[in-house]
């Protein structure tokens, strides 16, 4: 035990060295006591198989397999060295590092056994756990061989940020696999240079909790999931049409739009899935959708409909519509700290404005057509937004209509087709990329090649212009998705566009064949982790296996 | 507080009398302190809709409801007072009851407000937590509507063991429900008693994890799942022809018939399941389909099979099949205490010994046709079985072919269509009811109704005959359903079973109408503890919702 504290201290000591020498915002070199000459110097190679999802971004490994040790200890160091989300983070990995059991659950018979990674140490240079889109998410991990060389036989995570310490603790725990033969948790191809960060600072999935209720438990399901694919935007889709399932504190009839009394969420049911999510470094980003995907609204409220007949788009002659949209707005700003709020703005028929007497009246008074009465509703939506300290998203479709009088902060999700993104920036707009014919979940004919073939940037050749896109997003509509399959329908394909968002792109735009056995690992490892992830060769989504046979095969 | 502590004070005392006066095996009124008079004195009425699955032997209730204090506490009284695994389970019961957030997380500030039901008090009067088919699984509920007759603020589960405790847990759970309205969980039309028992003891799901392995933390859902309705059985089919996913420590080369290096379990992931079920209060009855579903044993020992080209059923010449068996058989000793061990014995197509010339020449030798090999092989393995001190059970295709022959013990287990469980239990055998035209899971076009409208007893009028159907068993063959569709596939039909083999026959065999919307809140309940139940009125099983809607509506 002596020994094991002597080591200790003098990686304290470098520690201490090491992070008086921290410069910018990138992992350099100088500070880190991941030495890549030294791992260079120790015959890697690079050509062994990896399995990782996400690939990152620089790696690099050599040929030894070494052994993780079940009572794994974890060190934490640096200005963040008090993080709970990082100890907590850290526990849960190792539940799952650990699945297996050996010797009837009495690993302590085996203490004698020397094992070449007894810890993870983990340094996090900062102390600021703010969650926020383009936060630091790199991280460095180094798993070395532990020869002679090595002062401690231990596993180094070092990253800026607790939400980069997250990431790497996923890549480390899909560097583990459990190996049957010797009962020991082992790391192959070690040592492991790795040196990572995200493409896009904003990978999204969208859940649409309103065509069909999503209990709490199974968004928690979700939100864990996306982690293990380094998603880092739940883009929550609360309300539509349909149903109004949460609470809104300030006007309490909202929410008689709700299925039935008991799909539903109270406020603070949000606030703890904001929270949850952000242990997982995953933001949430709230919509409501307006004007054109609120009928539920008026369940409660019916003055927010243009008429009992025509319940849809929102009245937008009445001042009472943004005043709950207002109310909205500031009782969302209480519980989802990121700074990007969507206000939708899709398909909406203005039909309902035109048809309903008074509504039309208004609009001649107003010298308004129901095109000029659709830019004035988004804006002034916008608007409520902007003063509360949100940068609006609206789907493409406000783009289309009225590009140049959007807000400049405006950030345009695209969903129709390709084309958009490209167009968007090219006027200084930026953009997230959707396009429902290949990152639209419930098309379910979009086989996973489709969805890996697609990028944010096509079309997009200026550099400045590309830095506009922020990122892209994955889409669940829930119109036949509901809690007993909505996870088949995300998995394995949202991970195949969490890749495309997170590596860059000289590794995975090569030859599919070389990606998918590396996708059925990852689709298996879900399962493994008791996530219902679907088998990655049907044609269709979500369908069951074909026939008996091998998770890694089908 | 001093109050409190005298109320538990003078509830001691009372248990302490009643203790002194417990007599035979069911709960009797001398010793509760659940005075069924006293609740009918209190305006019972039993026209209220219950929303229980599956229904309680006898119940009555008011129409009082009444609140349940977010810090809800436990007392557990009686001999078996010192149970972790009742502590573990009320842990479990209590994040369940209290899924839904309130004020920011921040119940403190809620403490001034008086609930009706403070705390749960559990009253088990063994501390033998030995787990086994046939073990006491009754209860007694009260739930008091906390007016000035009731000495403490608290509802009252008993039970002789802490499996009837579990039981009662569950009830409890289900009586509780969140309301949106006042923030509060709520037990609607109390006071409720609740005197409860099982219809029959074994009360089954098989799942096969060898046409598809299913990974630890799936069969750990699955066991969740299955104590929710209150079934206690989990038949673990665990080999087949097709892959053999487990470590036999006596033969390690078995699992070399692993679909790969990956898809196994550890001998002590077997025992942590075990544990794990235990946990749950459910049994884990183990299976090895001797000799006709064992192609994959000879992967890894070829001798197995009567050779090369022709490898299914198991070698019957050679005295090395039975060491295996004898040695898979022992090993299995060791960690599954369940006294029903399955050994198979369906479809077993000999042609492959009669075609295999040393197999022919062997059986000449013995002057024994296929037919007689057949019935030499499951009576060998039966011994080695009951040896060991198991219980055999065998699918019915034993029963049939030499029912005069099989060990008296054997119990039956029906699955070809109805019939065999009259013929057994006739002949003093007993019996599992599997139907698989009704009980197979894997019979996707079987509706909930036809799988509820099943009875274990039918064709079996003589009572004592009926006391020889242990009970029924739902099978979920793994052919087409890996960790992406299994629990799907499984609920809500699985659920149908459940309420057949919990409850009385006079509450269930009525109007099906009447038990739609209490399966359908069953379902839901089931998707809002994370489990992907599907859609209950789907004609296909695990089919997605066909549209946008209310889960307890589709």
Known sequence: MRKRCAQE?????????????????????????????????????????????????????????????????????????????????FARYKNIILTHHVKFGNRNSEQNIEYSISKLIITVSTADETLQLGIDESYSLYVPVGDEHSIVQGAHLEAKTVYGALRGLETFSQLCSFNFMTKNVEISNAPWFIQDKPRFAFRGLLLDTSRHYQPVEIIKQIIDSMSYAKLNVFHWHIVDEESFPLEIPSFPGLWKGSYTGWERYTFDDAHDIVEFAKSRGINVMAEIDVPG?????????????????????????????????????ADFRKIFPFKLFHLGGDEVHTDCWTNTPKVKEWLDEHNMTARDAYQYFVLRAQKLAINLGWTPVNWEETFNAFSEKLNPKTIIHNWLDSGVCPRAVGKGFKCIFSNQGVWYLDHLDVPWEKVYSSDPLEGIDDSSQQKLVIGGEVCMWGETADASDVQQTIWPRAAAAAERLWSSTDDTSSDLDTVLPRLEYFRCLLNQRGIPAAPVRNELARRPPSGFGSCYMQ
């Open 9 to 89: 201290f003098v990686i304290s000591l470098l520690v201490l060295v090491f992070l008086n020498q921290i410069e910018g915002n990138g992992l350099s070199k100088e500070w880190s006591i991941i030495d890549e000459d030294l791992v260079n110097s120790t015959g890697i190679t690079n050509d062994q198989p990896t399995y990782l999802w996400p690939l990152p971004k620089k790696r690099s490994n050599g040929n030894v397999t070494v052994t993780v040790d079940p009572n794994l200890g974890l060190v934490i160091q640096g200005i963040g060295h008090n993080s709970s989300l990082v100890r907590e983070a």
């Open 293 to 329: 995907h609120a009928e539920s609204w008026g369940v409660g409220y019916p003055d927010l409909w243009p008429s009992a007949d025509c319940r849809e788009p929102l009245d937008v002659s009445k001042n009472f519509t943004f005043e709950v949209i207002a109310s909205i707005l």
